[in-house]
């Protein structure tokens, strides 16, 4: 298939007026006009089944949050120097699905803010720098924020108070090696920040590790981890700006998989499910002596539209029972993911509807392979299914559908997996 005119004319404007720093997903670039449920829909009127948007998790314009966003639409939205019932109602219904030590909630409109905050909170109340993250760490753009986003590449220089620690490789390592070894290395960068006189302000993880690769288990990897940050004086950030809101199937956080104990969440993406909102659930005590000195405004964060969008989401997840559906279709989609048992495919692991699928050219050296995983990717794409590919090695097929997928979507997935992987 070639690109018609249309895109071809598309993508030259585009070029043109959004500069070079824009990427397209695919060989041949989607153009798509709308959006129901779990499929997508592009100019020419075909149909694709979506296995990669996380923000639309609901699936595509769901009606619940569409209805929200309209009504508050038409009657009012200012900002949070208001009075107004929306943000408080939204905020005590988002704490509510916390451990009670994680109580209070504040707004931004992006994940990269709420980890920028994050960042500037850590620091004030440890009286520490340093910030330990992982090698393919991605916590967002601000500059403060890309200086421990790795998975940026050569655009950043990491800061000099920051470490970087391999993810938990659970398919290199025993699961008894990545108990021992993620702990130890938080430690190791502890004390190389020390010796460079350093103060650890904080350890930040995604808790699934998606950019690193997609690392779920064993459940409790993190637990030494944090014990580790926190005997040190410093705090643990969770961003489950992937991972939350239901999608691990076994828990509403990801964090709470692994039985630990934040002083800071960083949540977002699918937080509207698709309208701009992010924020941070935290302890008091960590912002008690930052916040009144802070003026913290954010103009858009937090806005009565932003709490109608959130509550409507939060309501919607428990109505429909999705993080239920994640955990069941989950555990059926990696069945089945093993069972097409082709040598290709080295790993199939994650939580709920978070998938990895690991590629590889030889299964018993695990030899990552790139370059087939991008044949399979755009096979997939060829064939109206939609997926990614992350990790070091670009090498991880990267499976992460709407949280309403069924069934009967995942025999479709699987089906077309299974042919791609006879032609790739
Ligand atoms: N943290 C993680 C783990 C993310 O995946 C992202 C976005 N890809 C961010 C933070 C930043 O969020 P945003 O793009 O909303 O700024």
Redesign the pocket.
């Known amino acids: 298939e070639r690109l018609d005119e249309t895109e071809r004319a598309l993508i030259a404007r585009r070029e043109k007026v959004l500069g070079p720093a824009y990427r397209l997903f695919y060989e041949k670039p989607l153009h798509l006009v709308r959006g129901e449920g779990v499929f997508l829909y592009d100019a020419a009127g075909d149909k694709y089944l979506d296995a990669y948007n996380n923000v639309a998790s609901l699936g595509h314009c769901h009606p619940r949050v569409v209805e929200a966003i309209t009504k508050q639409t038409a009657v009012l939205n200012t900002h949070t120097r208001y009075l107004h019932e929306g943000i408080v109602d939204y905020a005590e219904a988002l704490t509510a699905t916390f451990p009670e030590a994680l109580s209070q909630a504040m707004f931004t409109c ?4 709420a ?1 920028d905050l994050a960042v500037r909170i850590a620091r004030h109340v440890t009286g520490g720098t340093g910030i330990i993250a992982t090698d393919l760490a ?4 601000t500059s403060a924020v890309a200086e421990f986003s790795p998975s940026l590449g050569e655009s950043v220089t990491l800061g000099a108070h920051v470490r970087t620690i391999p993810a938990p490789d659970s398919y290199r390592q025993s699961p008894a090696e990545v108990m021992e070894k993620f702990g130890r290395d938080v430690s190791a960068a502890i004390a190389d920040l020390r010796r460079h006189g350093i103060k650890p302000a904080m350890l930040i993880t ?1 808790t699934i590790f ?2 690193d690769g997609i690392f779920a288990g064993p459940k409790g990897f993190l637990k030494p981890a944090v014990d580790a940050i926190h005997a040190a004086g410093g705090l643990f950030v969770a ?1 489950e ?2 991972p939350g809101f239901g999608r691990t199937g076994e828990a509403m956080w990801g964090f709470e998989r692994h039985g630990v104990a934040p002083d800071m969440v ?1 949540i ?2 699918p937080m509207g499910n698709g309208y701009p909102m ?1 924020g941070i659930v935290l302890r008091p005590e960590v912002i008690a002596e930052f916040g009144p000195r802070a003026r913290y405004f954010n103009t858009f964060g937090g806005n009565p539209v932003a709490a109608a969008a959130g509550k409507a989401v939060l309501e919607t997840i428990r109505i429909e029972g999705l993080q239920q559906n994640a955990l069941e279709v989950g555990r059926y989609l990696m069945d089945g993911l093993r069972s097409l048992s082709h040598p290709e495919i080295g790993d199939v692991r994650g939580s709920g509807l978070f998938i990895g699928v690991e590629i590889v050219a030889d299964p018993t050296a695990k030899t990552p392979d790139a370059a087939l995983t991008t044949r399979i990717v755009n096979g997939l794409r060829e064939r109206r299914v939609l997926i990614s590919a992350s990790g070091p090695n670009a090498n991880i097929l990267k499976i992460r559908p709407p949280l309403v997928f069924s069934r009967e979507n995942a025999d479709m997935l699987l089906d077309v997996m299974g042919d791609v992987l006879k032609t790739v």
């Open positions: 992006t994940g990269s803010e980890n991605y916590h967002g753009l995604d998606s950019s961003d700006v992937q960083t977002g993406k992010a």
